[in-house]
């Protein structure tokens, strides 16, 4: 027969929820103040990388995901200027080989060649010092996104 309010408990329920023996009345004591479970306790609540126990507000939140894309793009940013001024660089390489052909053209022929050549060196090295200047600008930008990130 069944009890008013009280429905029917499983064994195993039954069997895990079993109160503890006498022999371990340290599961339903509190530690003294000075012991060492205690100071291990405080010590691991002030380490770096703990949690704070209140929850952070949003705005926050919305300004470190600001400063992690930042900083992502930042670094995407850095790997397309290396590509650009690897670009540059070759454009600059490929025209001063190219500047031993010109003796071997006939004259009608080389000095437009060799104000062509002269162009596109001039044009390899405005991408290497594009890729500079938009290298100052993707480290400038990472700076910022890591300092928001570091007093949010």
């Known amino acids: 027969m069944m009890a008013y309010g009280v429905g029917v408990v499983?064994?195993?329920v039954a069997r895990r929820y079993k109160v503890a023996s006498g022999d371990s009345?340290?599961?339903?004591q509190h530690p003294t103040p000075e012991s060492l479970v205690v100071q291990a306790s405080c010590s691991a609540q002030s380490a770096p990388g703990s949690f704070p126990a209140t929850?952070?507000?949003r705005e926050s939140k919305r300004m470190e995901q600001a400063a992690k894309k930042g900083f992502?793009?930042?670094s995407m940013a850095f790997k397309s200027v290396n590509a650009t001024c690897v670009l540059g660089r070759?454009?600059?390489a490929l025209m001063d080989t190219a500047r031993a052909v010109v003796p071997r053209l006939p004259?009608?022929?080389q000095e437009q060649f060799d104000e062509l050549l002269l162009d596109i060196q001039v044009a390899g090295k405005q991408i290497i010092q594009l890729g500079f200047?938009?290298?100052d600008s993707a480290a400038s930008a990472m700076a910022t996104s890591v300092v928001t990130r570091r007093h949010v």
């Not at 009345?25 to 339903?28: E, G, N, P, Y």
């Open 133 to 135: 200047d938009t290298a």
């Open 55 to 57: 929850p952070s507000d």
């Open 107 to 109: 004259p009608d022929v």
């Open 25 to 28: 009345q340290f599961l339903s």
């Open 10 to 12: 499983s064994r195993t």
């Open 72 to 74: 992502s793009s930042c």
């Open 90 to 92: 070759y454009v600059h």
